[in-house]
Antibody, heavy 117, light 106 residues
Framework: EVQLVESGGVVVQPGGSLRLSCAASGFSFDTYAMHWVRQAPGKGLEWVSLIGWDSRNIYYGDSVKGRFTVSRDNSKNFLYLQMNSLTTEDTALYYC??????????WGQGTLVTVSS | DIQMTQSPSSLSPSVGDRVTITCRASQSIRTYLNWYQQKPGKAPKLLIYTAFSLQSGVPSRFSGSGSGTDFTLTISSLQPEDFATYYCQQSYTPPYTFGQGTKVEI
């Protein structure tokens, strides 16, 4: 069974940093691009980042560019999102998503990041 | 960045109705358009990819059409389990922006 399990979401103060993790299983992780997508409480979906299967191609949404860094460890089947200079606008449920033709065919359950003083 | 605009923002159809949701891109995205369904408290589910391809396991009452800048998601006969929020997303060029969502509610 294809599965994605996110972790690392906590309450953090504005200006703080956090690293999210996503454990992948049930598929050949090292052959798929992966996305991060977030959803603020009661709001719509916001695409955050994409990393290619070999980490050569990396892209970010405008609202996180320069503050967030996506990475992956294909030897451990893990995807990461390093989040710095967090603001209240970053409060959201963060989903790890397996790429399929540019979209996402498998989503994790999400991990909640709350930025609050 | 490419902006994606969905309409309507919400609608209240009846079971058995034909439902149409539109999505417009701010520039041509060819057929790089995906549709998702999201139910409360759940992760989104891929319904349609590359504008008209039905994802495996998705009922055939769902269909997608369009190319360039204008796209449509159609539910041919709305079922009770179809009440949800629907999102379009372009995957033509990063950032892979989503529409704002269309809530199909009772």
């Amino acid at each position: 069974e294809v599965q994605l399990v996110e972790s690392g979401g906590v309450v953090v103060q504005p200006g703080g940093s956090l690293r999210l993790s996503c454990a992948a299983s049930g598929f050949s992780f090292d052959t798929y691009a992966m996305h991060w997508v977030r959803q603020a409480p009661g709001k719509g979906l916001e695409w955050v980042s994409l990393i290619g299967w070999d980490s050569r191609n990396i892209y970010y949404g405008d609202s996180v560019k320069g503050r967030f860094t996506v990475s992956r460890d294909n030897s451990k089947n893990f995807l990461y999102l390093q989040m710095n200079s967090l603001t209240t606008e970053d409060t959201a449920l963060y989903y790890c998503v397996k790429d399929f033709r540019g979209g996402g065919d498998t989503w994790g359950q999400g991990t909640l990041v709350t930025v609050s003083s | 960045d490419i902006q994606m605009t969905q309409s309507p923002s919400s609608l209240s159809p009846s079971v058995g109705d034909r439902v149409t949701i539109t999505c417009r891109a701010s520039q041509s995205i060819r057929t790089y358009l995906n549709w998702y369904q999201q139910k409360p408290g759940k992760a989104p589910k891929l319904l349609i990819y590359t504008a008209f391809s039905l994802q495996s396991g998705v009922p055939s009452r769902f269909s997608g059409s369009g190319s360039g800048t204008d796209f449509t998601l159609t539910i041919s006969s709305l079922q009770p389990e179809d009440f949800a929020t629907y999102y379009c997303q372009q995957s033509y060029t990063p950032p892979y922006t989503f529409g704002q969502g269309t809530k199909v509610e009772i």
